[in-house]
């Protein structure tokens, strides 16, 4: 189990006003979450449009937190009830784009003898807790090599050293050695950090990418041997997907290494890497 913390929602989902005295008959308290999704395609043949759609029910659980108050009276005015609970770690996280929604809620319904229900709903986001710090090789930066032949003679190659872990609002820094015989003048370096998304449904599947955050350089020699760093201030996003079941949308990312060069086609490279919610405690080599 995964405990998620709802401290700011305490007031408000468990705040109820009554101008009188109320005898409860039930008190009951429900966590819901919905995955769903659409999207279209055009077809060859009749009827030329097909959708592809899909809602599933991710959470649906009862709560017990009003134990002391079922079938018993409620004072006039504001009643408060702080509440908590753990939710099942395998939660894919709150999300929404053009397509695709994961959306959860708190559903309070108070049930009296004597008079209309009352029903309180309190959006609640979720994020699936990812902490990758029990693995050493997620401490420690790797290499990546990128190689380009030019038709007339002499390479360029790159060794790009980065994490692949980390966590937003973490500074991630870029090491990029370039071994360059033609000396081919290099215009930029850009790093942009990838978000892909991946739609699955019964009847078939979409793909879609969406930029988050990029970081760039210009100023280079562009001698034989070369080394510059760089550096990215990763924003807030949501958590790449790991250990969720059977997700609608499962979500990755990758970093984008691309150099552009004045006369010569662009060299890119996509690294997977994983955003967790936790900080990776990054080991300095």
Known sequence: MGTFGLYDY????????????LQTHDVELRV????????????PTVPYLKIYE???????TRINVFSEINGKKIRPGINNYQIHFNLPSDLP?????SIATVSYYIKIMCKAKCCQ???????????????????DENKVAMMYDMNKT?????????????????????????????SNDKKAKISKIVVTLVQKLEYTVTAGYANDEKKICKTERTDFCNETKEYCRMFMDVPQTVPSSVNVTNPIIKISYVLRVEV??????????????????VPVQHLVT
Not at 260 to 277: N, R, S
């Open 32 to 43: 819901i979450g919905i995955s769903k999704a659409r999207w279209s395609r055009i077809t």
């Open 10 to 21: 305490l007031v408000d989902i468990a705040s109820h006003r009554f101008d009188t005295a």
């Open 260 to 277: 552009i060069f004045k006369f010569h086609l662009t060299l890119y490279e996509d690294i997977p890497v994983t955003i967790t919610t």
């Open 54 to 60: 899909e809602k599933r029910k991710v959470l649906d």
């Open 150 to 178: 030019f038709a007339t003679s002499g390479t360029l190659t790159i060794y790009f050293k980065t994490y692949r872990c980390f966590a937003p609002r973490q500074s991630l820094p870029f090491g990029i050695d370039i």
């Open 93 to 97: 996280s709150s999300f929404r784009s």
């Open 117 to 135: 229900s009352k029903t309180k709903i309190v959006p609640l986001i979720v994020m699936n807790r990812v902490d990758l710090n029990h693995l």
